[in-house]
């Protein structure tokens, strides 16, 4: 009953965020509900796990965790025209113990735009790259012990890097590299996680401590030199869904 | 026997060298360091021109080619860059109304903005009679990086 409970709760979660997709208006409107729906959905999942009770032991033994997934930003400035949107790759290793893991994650996501720098001869195009990068430490909390379905929820904060670089003459001379803490929300399934490898699904939340800096290049007059001028900054807070395979070692 | 074979080839060796020496003498050096080399066709090498004269010359593939006047000798830095704009008196590119590939005239280039490095479109160039000045041409990549340059040649420009 209960694990019906949480596969209802999981599946009205998944339709309000497609709802809310299809027909979302701006961006902040947007992030504002779908933290909500992801707030909403861990509440869920978390009274689902109250009502079932204690009536299976938690394992005392320890769990070793390595992982590798891909996850996609589904909000923020990924989607807008900053830089077009990319999966990105996530490597994690960690150890659990009770309902509790800890977890050492890195996530990476490389993206190229194309661009136009003005000059005196017209337009002249260029690309640009952007690579976000996050290392970060989170604690799970399972919400459920011994199932073959394991929601968790918990928390993640590390640091997230931007390098921009284009590929005009000064190739990666011209890049820029900003730093920042990131932190937010997780909550998501584990399949089968009493075997070697199992399934993981999550969304997570990223909230950068400030926004990035971006630039954009001219070449003003007949003399070929490039100038970097600063551009707007660039806001990557996003709800991402994650999935990917976890290999579990239990002492 | 051998000493006729000797002479010969002593004759021969000497003819190599010269040939060697006189076309090295005539190549002049491209203004910046580029791997391919635009030829400057007319005005030549100190020739004297009057009235609209036309400047010819030949390009590789460059998009983007500048042809401009100097009065003084152009020179250019280790960093492959121009280091006296402010001799620059004039000339035309890719991007300005008239350009033709290959030919010029001087009714039809535009007098340089040193402020803002560019032919601005302030009127054509206006050369003083039986005064020495020097013309050149180069090329840039679609990423304005300059892909190849001619050498300086210098004129005198006459009633």
Same mark, same amino acid.
């Given at each position: 009953?209960?694990?019906?409970?949480?596969?209802?709760?999981?599946?009205?979660?998944?339709?309000?965020?497609?709802?809310?997709?299809?027909?979302?208006?701006?961006?902040?409107?947007?992030?504002?509900?779908?933290?909500?729906?992801?707030?909403?959905?861990?509440?869920?999942?978390?009274?689902?796990?109250?009502?079932?009770?204690?009536?299976?032991?938690?394992?005392?033994?320890?769990?070793?965790?390595?992982?590798?997934?891909?996850?996609?930003?589904?909000?923020?400035?990924?989607?807008?025209?900053?830089?077009?949107?990319?999966?990105?790759?996530?490597?994690?290793?960690?150890?659990?113990?009770?309902?509790?893991?800890?977890?050492?994650?890195?996530?990476?996501?490389?993206?190229?735009?194309?661009?136009?720098?003005?000059?005196?001869?017209?337009?002249?195009?260029?690309?640009?790259?952007?690579?976000?990068?996050?290392?970060?430490?989170?604690?799970?909390?399972?919400?459920?012990?011994?199932?073959?379905?394991?929601?968790?929820?918990?928390?993640?904060?590390?640091?997230?890097?931007?390098?921009?670089?284009?590929?005009?003459?000064?190739?990666?001379?011209?890049?820029?590299?900003?730093?920042?803490?990131?932190?937010?929300?997780?909550?998501?399934?584990?399949?089968?996680?009493?075997?070697?490898?199992?399934?993981?699904?999550?969304?997570?939340?990223?909230?950068?401590?400030?926004?990035?800096?971006?630039?954009?290049?001219?070449?003003?007059?007949?003399?070929?030199?490039?100038?970097?001028?600063?551009?707007?900054?660039?806001?990557?807070?996003?709800?991402?869904?994650?999935?990917?395979?976890?290999?579990?070692?239990?002492? | 026997?051998?000493?006729?074979?000797?002479?010969?080839?002593?004759?021969?060796?000497?003819?190599?060298?010269?040939?060697?020496?006189?076309?090295?003498?005539?190549?002049?050096?491209?203004?910046?360091?580029?791997? %391919?080399?635009?030829?400057? !066709?007319?005005?030549?090498?100190?020739?004297?021109?009057?009235?609209?004269?036309?400047?010819?010359?030949?390009?590789?593939?460059?998009?983007?080619?500048?042809?401009?006047?100097?009065?003084?000798?152009?020179?250019?830095?280790?960093?492959? %860059?121009?280091?006296?704009?402010?001799?620059?008196?004039?000339?035309?590119?890719?991007?300005?109304?008239?350009?033709?590939?290959?030919?010029?005239?001087?009714?039809?280039?535009?007098?340089?903005?040193?402020?803002?490095?560019?032919?601005?479109?302030?009127?054509?160039? !206006?050369?003083?009679?039986? %005064?020495?000045?020097?013309?050149?041409?180069?090329?840039?990549?679609?990423?304005? %990086?300059?892909?190849?340059?001619?050498?300086?040649?210098?004129?005198?420009?006459?009633?």
């Amino acid at each position: 009953m209960s694990k019906n409970n949480i596969i209802n709760s999981l599946e009205l979660g998944c339709q309000s965020i497609k709802i809310y997709f299809v027909n979302g208006g701006n961006y902040l409107k947007n992030q504002f509900i779908l933290v909500l729906i992801l707030l909403f959905f861990i509440v869920n999942v978390d009274i689902s796990a109250e009502s079932k009770g204690k009536e299976d032991d938690t394992s005392n033994n320890i769990r070793i965790m390595l992982g590798l997934g891909a996850s996609y930003p589904l909000t923020g400035r990924f989607l807008n025209d900053t830089f077009d949107n990319s999966i990105g790759l996530n490597i994690f290793a960690g150890a659990g113990y009770q309902s509790f893991d800890f977890i050492c994650e890195f996530s990476h996501y490389s993206s190229k735009k194309e661009m136009e720098a003005v000059s005196s001869f017209g337009n002249i195009p260029y690309n640009k790259t952007y690579k976000y990068e996050l290392l970060a430490l989170s604690v799970r909390y399972r919400l459920i012990q011994n199932s073959n379905i394991v929601p968790y929820a918990g928390a993640f904060a590390g640091v997230s890097s931007l390098d921009i670089y284009d590929d005009v003459y000064i190739n990666k001379d011209n890049s820029i590299n900003s730093c920042r803490y990131c932190f937010g929300p997780v909550a998501g399934i584990l399949l089968f996680p009493n075997n070697v490898v199992n399934v993981f699904v999550e969304m997570k939340y990223c909230f950068n401590g400030n926004s990035f800096s971006d630039y954009n290049l001219s070449n003003r007059g007949i003399a070929g030199a490039w100038r970097k001028d600063e551009s707007s900054k660039i806001n990557l807070n996003a709800l991402y869904v994650v999935g990917g395979l976890s290999c579990t070692i239990i002492y | 026997m051998y000493d006729n074979i000797l002479k010969n080839l002593i004759i021969f060796s000497s003819a190599i060298l010269l040939l060697v020496i006189s076309v090295s003498c005539d190549d002049q050096a491209s203004l910046f360091d580029t791997d %391919r080399e635009s030829r400057l !066709i007319s005005p030549e090498n100190k020739e004297e021109i009057s009235g609209d004269a036309e400047f010819r010359y030949s390009s590789y593939d460059a998009k983007y080619l500048i042809l401009a006047l100097f009065s003084d000798y152009p020179s250019v830095n280790s960093d492959n %860059r121009l280091t006296n704009w402010e001799d620059c008196i004039g000339g035309i590119h890719t991007n300005m109304p008239y350009f033709t590939r290959g030919v010029c005239r001087l009714s039809i280039m535009q007098s340089y903005d040193v402020d803002k490095n560019e032919f601005n479109g302030n009127g054509p160039v !206006i050369l003083d009679y039986n %005064r020495k000045y020097y013309w050149c041409v180069w090329g840039l990549d679609e990423q304005l %990086r300059i892909i190849e340059s001619s050498p300086v040649y210098e004129f005198t420009y006459v009633e």
